[in-house]
């Protein structure tokens, strides 16, 4: 999406976009220059960007994945990135996802999330810290397996 696709449809009730870069099932991914463009967009116009992060290490065929974030000090302050382990790690059942952000939209993020969803179980939780901090390899190991089937299907 180009910024003048995003300056067509922007109005004064524009509060945020949501950004799924890579996507699914595509695998689309925004350059560096486009999430620059993107990016610089929303601080002048103070729009949150919702950065939905969840396929940034499942990319394929030599692309490369830039998260919005780490472009610049204006556009991280302006982010919310979404993730979770459901994707890297195989773990869809286990409901585990987390935000980071400004201290403030978090802090009203967790109150209405307590107040709408129930808490994830102990053993979730213990999951999804050894998916995070334990051996990586197999998630390189199932991106290529995943890289295959797509090259499989998409010659």
């Known amino acids: 999406m180009s ?10 009730k524009t509060k945020a976009i949501i950004l799924n870069s890579p996507s699914n099932p595509t695998g689309v991914i925004f ?15 103070n729009i949150l960007i919702i950065a939905d992060d969840i396929y940034g290490r499942l990319v394929y065929n030599g692309h490369r994945f830039t998260p919005i ?3 610049s000090e204006a556009i991280r302050q302006q982010t919310i990135i979404i993730n979770g382990v459901s994707k890297t790690y195989a773990m869809t059942g286990w409901r585990i996802g987390f935000a980071v ?32 901090t334990g051996e990586q390899s197999t998630v ?8 295959k089937r797509l090259n499989h299907i998409y010659p």
């Open 3 to 12: 910024v003048a696709q995003l300056e067509a449809v922007r109005t004064d």
């Open 31 to 45: 350059t560096e220059e486009e999430l620059r463009q993107i990016g610089e967009w929303a601080v002048a116009h």
């Open 69 to 71: 974030a780490t472009i």
């Open 101 to 132: 952000g400004d201290e403030k939209i978090i802090q009203a993020m967790t109150q209405l999330a307590s107040q709408s969803t129930s808490n994830p179980v102990a053993v979730s939780q213990y999951a999804a810290i050894e998916a995070l």
């Open 140 to 147: 390189e190991d199932m991106r290529q397996a995943f890289e």
